[in-house]
């Protein structure tokens, strides 16, 4: 199966930025709207937010609401997550999902997912 691959991650201070990046090499993303999750250990995996396959609809987690922005250039068949004013709380694995339907990647019901990639917040 096809899978997503995510860029950006590092390590950062508290209320430093990041910028992640999901893409995928063969395929299109034109057509899937695509969600950011988060997993951080002995956690289950959280929905962070959501895009449209146009970009038209957005959906955010409360807990990352006036902080991060997710948004798209389907040019460059690309997916971002802007994240501002990081907490050690967001320290997770994040991962981008790619689903037909908007209902579906807001549920979780993903069709391919990336590997992840780590990001850690800490002093």
């Known amino acids: 199966q096809l899978q997503l691959v995510e860029s950006g991650g590092g390590l950062v201070q508290p209320g430093g930025s990041l910028r992640l990046s999901c893409g995928a090499s063969?395929?299109?993303?034109?057509?899937?709207?695509i969600g950011w999750f988060r997993q951080a250990p002995g956690k289950e995996r959280e929905g962070v937010s959501c895009i449209s396959s146009s970009g038209g609809s957005t959906n955010y987690a409360d807990s990352v609401k006036g902080r991060f922005a997710i948004s798209r250039d389907n040019a460059k068949n690309t997916v971002y997550l802007q994240m501002n004013s990081l907490k050690p709380e967001d320290t997770a694995i994040y991962y981008c999902?790619?689903?037909?339907?908007?209902?579906?990647?807001?549920?979780?019901?993903?069709?391919?997912w990336g590997q992840g990639t780590q990001v850690t917040v800490s002093s």
């Open positions: 999902a790619a689903a037909g339907t908007f209902r579906a990647v807001v549920d979780g019901r993903a069709r391919y």
């Open positions: 063969g395929f299109t993303l034109d057509y899937y709207a």
